[in-house]
């Protein structure tokens, strides 16, 4: 199994960035999928998430209104569309799937690094 994370980058605060999260080795369609982050000497925290259909979602308080999770089930690809940043957005950010029957069927991507910086 392998989560592939791209999109991340420098940006100035109010500005937006689209991360992606490509999965192979699985069957996509069986997973609920999120995005965590992870900011320097903080704890990994949940950001969004997603059901395997794609018909329920879930935000952080920190990011409602301002960040969209959605997914391509034939893609094989999960998004965050990401508004309106700021500077403590800045963090790493993760993609994870957690198979809907074997939860312990968890994989997570390698990251990307996301600065909200003028």
Same mark, same amino acid.
């Given at each position: 199994?392998q989560?592939?994370?791209?999109g991340g980058?420098l940006?100035q605060?109010?500005?937006s960035?689209?991360l992606?999260?490509?999965a192979?080795?699985?069957?996509?369609?069986?997973?609920t999928?999120?995005?965590?982050?992870?900011?320097p000497?903080?704890?990994r925290?949940l950001?969004a998430?997603?059901?395997?259909?794609?018909?329920a979602?879930n935000?952080?308080d920190?990011?409602?209104?301002r960040f969209?999770?959605s997914?391509? $089930? @034939?893609? +094989?690809?999960v =998004?965050l569309q990401? *508004?309106s940043l700021?500077?403590?957005?800045?963090?790493?950010?993760y993609? $994870? @799937?957690v +198979?809907?029957y =074997?939860?312990h069927? *968890?994989?997570?991507?390698?990251g990307?690094?996301v600065?909200v910086s003028?």
């Amino acid at each position: 199994v392998q989560l592939v994370e791209s999109g991340g980058g420098l940006v100035q605060p109010g500005g937006s960035l689209r991360l992606s999260c490509g999965a192979s080795g699985l069957t996509f369609r069986l997973y609920t999928m999120s995005w965590h982050r992870q900011a320097p000497g903080k704890e990994r925290e949940l950001v969004a998430v997603i059901n395997s259909a794609g018909g329920a979602t879930n935000y952080a308080d920190s990011v409602k209104g301002r960040f969209t999770i959605s997914r391509d $089930n @034939a893609k +094989n690809a999960v =998004y965050l569309q990401m *508004n309106s940043l700021k500077p403590e957005d800045t963090a790493v950010y993760y993609c $994870n @799937a957690v +198979n809907d029957y =074997y939860s312990h069927h *968890n994989y997570w991507g390698q990251g990307t690094q996301v600065t909200v910086s003028s």
